[in-house]
């Protein structure tokens, strides 16, 4: 018998109307793959920059933040572990992502996604110009504009949530919607 209801899992993602998932390791050479994976499945649609950039900085901020970590040893390198949805529903895409975050990151990013959210897009351009001129914040593995530019490409203030996954973590969920038509 098999352990998994594979076909319920199929006809689910069908009904969810899932174009991408992945849950596991992120390495850069993987991400360069899902990429291609991603372009080639959107290239329909004229919104697939906006999508791939979104798609691309959730997979790094799982690469580089992660608290979830597995060595890859083929690569020879500790990468961040996590899981990136993009779907597509009648008047928009959704780019998804879910990782672990230490308690820390997720007041940090609480704060921020909060903060981001409540700026309007002139403010968002204004913060993102003026970031690009700083040194990168502490503990910062790119310039610190990552959650900015997503805020930036989102259509609507994007959705996010931390749920308590142990005593010293949460898995922050970030949700960037892009509406297929121009708003």
């Excluded at 006809?11 to 849950?23: A, G, V």
């Excluded at 992120?26 to 697939?48: C, M, T």
């Excluded at 083929?74 to 009648?90: M, P, T, Y």
């Excluded at 609507?156 to 708003?183: G, Y």
Aim: with cysteine; glycine share 6%; net charge neutral.
């Amino acid at each position: 018998m098999v352990p998994f209801d594979l076909l319920k899992y199929y006809n689910d993602m069908n009904k969810s109307r899932i174009l991408m998932t992945f849950k596991g390791a992120i390495s850069q050479e993987l991400l360069v793959e899902l990429g291609a994976l991603v372009r080639n499945q959107l290239q329909h649609d004229d919104k697939i920059q906006r999508i791939f950039a979104v798609f691309v900085e959730m997979a790094q901020n799982i690469l580089h933040y992660s608290a979830e970590k597995d060595w890859l040893q083929h690569i020879g390198k500790e990468v961040g572990v996590g899981v990136i949805v993009i779907s597509e529903q009648e008047e928009m895409y959704s780019i998804s992502s879910g990782n672990a975050v230490s308690k820390a990151d997720a007041e940090r990013l609480e704060v921020q996604c909060r903060h981001l959210n409540a700026l309007s897009k002139e403010e968002l351009k204004k913060l993102y110009q003026e970031r690009r001129k700083q040194a990168p914040p502490e503990g910062s593995k790119g310039a610190g504009l990552g959650l900015i530019d997503m805020a930036r490409k989102s259509d609507k203030p994007f959705e996010f949530s931390l749920q308590p996954l142990t005593d010293d973590a949460s898995f922050f969920i970030l949700n960037v919607s892009i509406h297929k038509t121009a708003k």
